[in-house]
């Protein structure tokens, strides 16, 4: 995007992050929410500045240990290293492992949290929670839902975070993640976000912001809303869920079906009845009706001035119509067809797990990721970032396997687990690439040196 030093326009929006498999959202599924900013953007991870030319805005959140050696109640983070770990999104990882995050972590705390962060429990346990404000896409899926904001509210932010006491008073029932992000939000919106105290038992949920926030918005054009989904990258962690209400949770979710219906049956019709009437909000269908379509390779939450004139066939054509999904799906059976004496679908199921297993997971400087395996002794690398996969020292074989294997992860999945058709198309072009190099190199090498098929089977991880 194009930014021309601080603006006098912005953007603000609420972040609504998918449910992950562990802890309490295991059982509640509630996910995560926090505040985008397009023109604020952190002097540190707990001092605020106004924006300079190029840079992508921020991400501020709280949680009930951030694990930094003061207990500090918010950190904020730039967008990209939120999103993806890196600061430039070309270098974005799109493969996802616990290997990579950790390794995007490090980075992230030696170069910018080495002052907040010097006791053994910050740098060492993986339950410091500013470990989730790095590289997010990689174990859940985001929306972030936004509307305009002027440089005048942003200024009054910035002067009354930089003046807090910035301490953790972080408490489940009453200054919870959702609450620290409606407090934000009603500063520049007063009453924009509210809690549902039906649907969520008396709390804030994440859940209900970007509920209230999309509802105020859509009654409110001027504020020019939008939305935004950065899906999940693939690989191995597992995906995450979409996020759900207290009541939503009650009856849609089979932990809590069995008991309610023993325990609670009169209960039950009117949790699933409040619910239905008054809770209902799905991000994956406000995303694909308000989706903000923007240049491809870019990142983007300016308001849709840039946006006019766009229609809603436009938009499906960006987010991927069904019909459009099908007719991928088709040319990648063919593809596997062609290339099944080099790759087939049973070593497909297999190769995500194996290249994890299997390799030593390394970052440079500009957070580009590759992934090392060894043969005999010899080095094997392939590149794992956006950038980096088709270069010259990513091995091509390896590539190959790993664009085919991710593309069929994509094809399968669920619209909210699921890139945007623009991004998938930049995908499919890198494998076409990728596949034409194999077959160039099979015909002019029949017998190839390296067997990778058997490097991920027998290398040695060195981690």
């Not at 995560?32 to 300079?52: D, M, Q, W």
């Not at 997010?136 to 899926?141: C, D, K, Q, V």
């Not at 066939?313 to 991928?328: L, M, S, T």
Request: proline residues 5%.
């Amino acid at each position: 995007m194009s930014v021309l030093g601080p603006r006098a326009y912005g953007s603000v929006g609420v972040v609504l992050n998918e449910s992950l498999h562990e802890s309490m959202d295991r059982i509640t599924g509630t996910g995560h929410t926090a505040v985008y900013f397009s023109n604020i953007c952190p002097e540190s991870p707990v001092k605020l500045r106004l924006c300079g030319p190029g840079e992508l805005g921020s991400v501020m959140s709280t949680y009930i240990n951030i694990g930094e050696d003061q207990e500090f109640g918010w950190n904020i983070v730039p967008l990209s290293i939120y999103l993806f770990g890196v600061e430039d999104p070309a270098n974005r990882p799109i493969f996802g492992s616990y290997k990579i995050k950790h390794a995007l972590e490090e980075r992230y705390r030696e170069k910018y949290l080495s002052e907040y962060c010097r006791s053994v429990a910050c740098r060492t346990s993986f339950k410091a929670e500013w470990r989730e404000m790095v590289a997010a896409t990689l174990i859940r899926s985001v929306y972030i839902f936004a509307v305009d904001s002027s440089v005048e509210q942003d200024r009054q932010i910035i002067a009354e975070f930089n003046a807090s006491a910035n301490k953790n008073d972080f408490n489940g029932i009453k200054r919870n993640c959702a609450d620290f992000t409606r407090h934000l939000i009603n500063t520049y919106f007063p009453d924009a976000v509210k809690r549902d105290y039906l649907n969520d038992f008396g709390m804030t949920s994440p859940k209900a912001v970007a509920r209230t926030f999309t509802h105020y918005a859509l009654h409110h054009p001027e504020c020019n809303f939008r939305a935004l989904h950065f899906a999940q990258v693939p690989g191995t962690i597992p995906r995450s869920s979409e996020v759900r209400a207290g009541t939503e949770q009650l009856y849609r979710s089979k932990k809590w079906l069995v008991p309610m219906t023993l325990l609670a049956y009169h209960e039950l019709p009117v949790a699933a009845g409040s619910y239905l009437l008054l809770g209902r909000f799905n991000p994956e269908h406000t995303f694909e009706k308000y989706a903000l379509v923007e240049p491809s390779g870019e990142i983007s939450t300016e308001p849709v001035t840039q946006d006019l004139g766009v229609t809603p066939e436009e938009r499906q054509e960006f987010v991927g119509r069904a019909g459009d999904w099908k007719e991928y799906r088709k040319e990648f059976d063919s593809l596997v067809e062609e290339n099944k004496s080099v790759f087939d679908r049973e070593d497909m199921s297999r190769f995500f797990k194996q290249l994890d297993r299997s390799g030593r997971a390394s970052v440079d400087s500009d957070g580009s990721v590759w992934m090392e395996l060894w043969e005999n002794g010899e080095p094997l690398r392939v590149g794992l970032s956006a950038n980096n996969a088709l270069a010259s020292s990513s091995n091509p074989h390896l590539a190959y396997k790993f664009l085919l294997t991710r593309a069929a992860g994509v094809l399968k999945s669920p619209k909210h687990r699921r890139e945007t058709m623009q991004d998938f198309k930049q995908d499919w072009s890198s494998l076409q690439r990728a596949s034409a190099e194999i077959s160039s190199s099979s015909v002019s090498n029949p017998t190839p040196v390296k067997d990778t098929h058997v490097a991920l089977k027998v290398g040695e991880g060195k981690d």
